[in-house]
């Protein structure tokens, strides 16, 4: 694969992107100054009032027409996800049709969800007025995106941006953006103008610098709990949408369908090497299943075959970094310290990090109560489906959930109950459908993504009234 290069700014320094497998380059980025984001704004500004003059059918045209051109090139993308951000092959094809799907959703809602009709004349006094509302662009959007899925979720801020009619600053993980540049060149193929979307590469200052501007509308960012403070503290009066990660429970009761249990958690675990935000995380099992899911899932565990990325049969790639397996490997001896018993994996070789199964986790250690963002699983035996619901709520955030349970009752009671801003019943918590509403419930909950969601996230109602007189 040919390494991505783009000019260095300001002192001509640059970041190298390197594969998390084998620490290979694959290309590098500019290392942006935060004096440029002066410039960066500007033109966005300029950027904004083309964007929000372009009719709603070209707008759909652009998305529609990238989506395709992505489809076409569907295989440099997939290469491309795996190089920089050391998924599967297999997950970064999968990635690479959901871009395809959230670019679309994006065209539909561009063309469908312009306002609606107010009616007026439904209360009392105002029956000689008619008007609408329409959804406005709120300008300029600061968008900022992790390196765990670099392509898809960078879409889910691109799209509705665009469909709105706003302007972007978009600042990728400087781990893993390479496939954020490749889309916006796309964008710009398919005939989006060069000046609604810009690419910000660069380091904390650089992003601080941003979300600081007087004249950004709104920052939607996804990535951890400590750069969200940092943001929220820094925006000032601006609108902020935050996905700030998980720690997710899935039940697993004693009428389920053991088997499918077993196979839908081993996948919702392990995904892109763990580093996802509703991937499994603690299971929660009755106790008369407990030992029969615990052999069978330690089984699927060992049965995953871990390590080269850009190989069609690996399940399980690299962690973004060594440093990232470190961190794992250290909270998980923190938790055997505690009292953890440990029933498969711990091996850590330089960012390849083995699938890791624990039990008997002290409710007090991190592996408890923080997202791990790692291939790491706790086991947690229950008695009672009113004891599963508060262990699951116990953490001070949360994404997904997710239950097991041929009962209708126990299902709606969890559905219900789970302090989630997804409950998955029949499934892992590692569900997401582009077109859902997404975002966490308790501490750090700010606004929603999926692609209707945050279209509406990204514009402003404007009343139109018209008070009719006599003729």
């Not at 349970?405 to 989630?420: C, F, H, N, P, R």
């Amino acid at each position: 694969m040919n390494s991505i290069r783009l000019p260095a700014a300001g002192s001509g320094n640059a970041i190298a992107v390197t594969s998390p497998f084998d620490g290979s380059e694959v290309g590098f980025v500019a290392d942006m100054p935060p004096e440029s984001a002066a410039t960066l704004i500007q033109i966005a500004r300029d950027g904004a009032t083309v964007s929000r003059r372009i009719p709603r059918h070209e707008r759909a045209r652009i998305l529609e027409t990238c989506a395709g051109l992505i489809d076409r090139d569907r295989k440099a993308f997939a290469e491309l996800i795996v190089a920089e951000a050391g998924k599967t092959l297999r997950q970064a094809e999968k990635e690479v049709s959901r871009c395809i799907n959230t670019l679309k959703l994006s065209a539909d809602e561009a063309r469908r969800n312009s306002g609606e009709v107010i009616p007026f004349d439904s209360y009392a006094g105002s029956e000689n007025r008619q008007g609408w509302f329409t959804r406005e662009p709120l300008g300029v959007i600061v968008a900022i995106t992790p390196y765990n899925d670099p392509l898809n979720l960078v879409a889910h801020k691109l799209g509705p941006a665009i469909a709105g009619g706003n302007s972007v600053v978009l600042k990728p993980s400087e781990l893993a953006p390479l496939s954020a540049i490749k889309l916006v060149d796309y964008l710009n193929v398919a005939g989006l103008p060069a000046n609604v979307v810009s690419i910000a590469t660069g380091g904390a200052a650089l992003g601080e610098a941003l979300v600081g501007a007087k004249d950004v509308r709104m920052i939607s960012f996804t990535g951890g709990f400590v750069t969200g403070e940092k943001i929220a503290h820094a925006a000032g009066l601006k609108k902020l949408a935050m996905d700030l990660g998980g720690n997710a429970p899935v039940i697993v009761m004693d009428d389920c369908d053991l088997d499918d249990a077993v196979d839908s958690c081993v996948s919702g675990a392990y995904w892109a090497a763990g580093q996802n935000c509703i991937g499994t995380q603690r299971i929660l099992i009755h106790s008369s299943i407990y030992d029969a899911f615990r052999d069978r899932f330690v089984a699927g565990t060992r049965a995953l075959k871990v390590g080269n990325p850009a190989l069609q049969d690996t399940d399980v790639g690299p962690m973004i970094t060594a440093k990232a397996a470190q961190r794992t490997e250290s909270v998980v001896n923190d938790a055997i310290r505690q009292g953890a018993k440990l029933l498969c994996g711990n091996v850590r070789d330089g960012s390849v990090y083995a699938p890791t199964v624990l039990e008997d986790v002290s409710f007090q250690c991190d592996l408890w109560n923080q997202e791990i963002f790692s291939p790491v699983v706790v086991l947690q035996r229950i008695e009672s489906i009113g004891e599963a619901l508060e262990l699951a709520n116990s953490p001070a955030y949360s994404l997904h959930a997710g239950i097991f349970t041929s009962s209708l009752a126990t299902a709606l009671k969890a559905a219900d109950s789970l302090e989630a801003g997804g409950v998955m019943i029949n499934d892992s918590s590692d569900y997401r459908f582009d077109a859902m509403p997404f975002g966490g419930f308790k501490y750090g909950s700010l606004g929603r993504e999926g692609v209707r969601f945050a279209y509406e996230e990204m514009t402003q109602p404007k009343v139109v009234c018209i008070r009719k007189t006599a003729c």
